[in-house]
């Protein structure tokens, strides 16, 4: 079993930043790679970003990004914190959503399911 908490959500201005963080226990092993996902209402979950888990010098690690947060969003993770985070800059009013993260044993994401349960996430809003 995989569990995610998500935190550092808060409302910002347009052109604001904000980074929110992920922390995982439980079955780590079985982690290939990590994506942060969005919902807005009366959207469907999207995946955000994506980035393998694995820290060895003898991988690189790869990441994913959907268009509408490239060159915006940054995704990083520290494996010796358990944690996973989403540099959000310069976000827009489009942005605002309800931020997850979830685990995955293979990549790209979209060919496996999530290890972890869907959990309350962290709330973005991006406001004037």
């Known amino acids: 079993q995989v569990q995610l908490v998500e935190s550092g959500g808060g409302l910002v201005h347009p052109g604001g930043s904000l980074r929110v963080s992920c922390v995982v226990s439980g079955s780590i092993f079985e982690i290939y790679a990590m994506g942060w996902y969005r919902q807005a209402p009366g959207k469907h979950r999207e995946l955000v970003a994506a980035i393998t888990w694995s820290d060895s010098p003898w991988s690189e690690t790869e990441t994913y990004y959907t268009d509408s947060v490239k060159d915006r969003f940054i995704i990083s993770r520290d494996n010796a914190k358990n944690t996973m985070y989403l540099q959000m800059n310069n976000l827009k009013p489009e942005d605002t959503a309800s931020y997850s993260c979830?685990?995955?044993?293979?990549?790209?994401?979209?060919?496996?399911?999530?290890?972890?349960?869907w959990g309350q996430g962290t709330q973005v809003t991006v406001s004037s």
């Open positions: 979830n685990a995955h044993r293979c990549w790209p994401l979209t060919a496996c399911s999530e290890l972890g349960s």
